[in-house]
């Protein structure tokens, strides 16, 4: 069975890394230096699982008051296609919601632009490069 949740143990911090680790430094070869940052220690994490295995993270930062920035949103690939970013978006946007925060903020993979405006996300930026990556700023209000 798949779940979402916001991260409270250790052992589920552990998991949101391991997902992570996987798609970003092993797949997209982004330095490790640059996936795991400064803002891991304040940012409030989400990870999902498939019973017990980890396939799935996320987490937001408010980086200025009422705002939600939502980073690092990623899916095992053997589970992609599943709509499973929808569900970790659902979450995450829950969460912000329950914490009164108003804008939803991120910087989409270019490829992913689709996938975030069907969640009604709208982009704010010219394409720029991020760890090598073509992004898209967008926001969304809640």
Do not use: W
């Given at each position: ?21 996987k798609v ?84 989409a993979q ?33």
């Amino acid at each position: 069975m798949i779940t979402t949740k916001r991260v409270v143990t250790p052992k589920e911090l552990e998991d949101a890394f391991f997902v992570r680790q996987k798609v970003f430094v092993d797949e997209q070869d982004v330095p490790v230096h640059l996936e795991m940052d400064e803002h891991d220690q304040s940012a409030v994490h989400f990870v999902a699982y498939d019973d017990e295995m980890p396939i799935g993270a996320g987490r937001i930062r408010e980086p200025e008051p009422g705002v939600a920035k939502v980073e690092r949103v990623c899916i095992l690939p053997q589970y992609r296609g599943k709509h499973l970013g929808n569900l970790m978006m659902e979450t995450m946007e829950s969460y912000a919601k329950e914490a009164n925060l108003t804008t939803v903020k991120l910087n989409a993979q270019s490829y992913a632009v689709p996938f975030y405006e069907k969640l009604l996300y709208q982009i704010t930026s010219p394409e720029f490069m991020d760890a090598g990556i073509p992004h898209r700023a967008m926001q969304k209000k809640l």
